[in-house]
């Protein structure tokens, strides 16, 4: 089995920071990719920022110049590190890792529980 297990959400005043930690744990070969999707009320799911094992970077336009996606292939973890947030990035924000669990096996997608971030004054 595979766990992604999320932290570092909350509640923050608008400009204010938070970093997310996503660590994936279980029976993993290789991770090809890591990310941050988030879903707001009555909204589509999104890609927020996606970072490959190579370290290859992509990001929403909303969030260029403020959110930074880094990862430790080590530690199997991605960190979302946001900064200047705003009440628009009020979301829940799941992890997800495209991952193989055997050398034989076909990539899959997991998810993460989700964590709640909220942009309040």
């Known amino acids: 089995q595979v766990q992604l297990v999320e932290s570092g959400g909350g509640l923050v005043q608008p400009g204010g920071s938070l970093r997310l930690s996503c660590a994936a744990s279980g029976n993993i070969f290789s991770i090809h990719a890591m990310g941050w999707y988030r879903q707001a009320p009555g909204k589509q799911r999104e890609l927020v920022a996606a970072?490959?094992?190579?370290?290859?970077?992509t990001y929403t336009d909303s969030v260029k110049g403020r959110f930074t996606i880094s990862r430790d292939n080590a530690k199997n973890t991605v960190y979302l590190q946001m900064n200047s947030l705003k009440h628009e990035d009020t979301a829940v924000y799941y992890c997800?890792?495209?991952?193989?669990?055997?050398?034989?096996?076909?990539?899959?997608?997991?998810w993460g529980q989700g964590t709640q971030v909220t942009v309040s004054s």
């Open positions: 970072i490959t094992s190579g370290g290859l970077t």
């Open positions: 997800n890792a495209l991952l193989r669990v055997w050398v034989h096996s076909a990539p899959g997608d997991y």
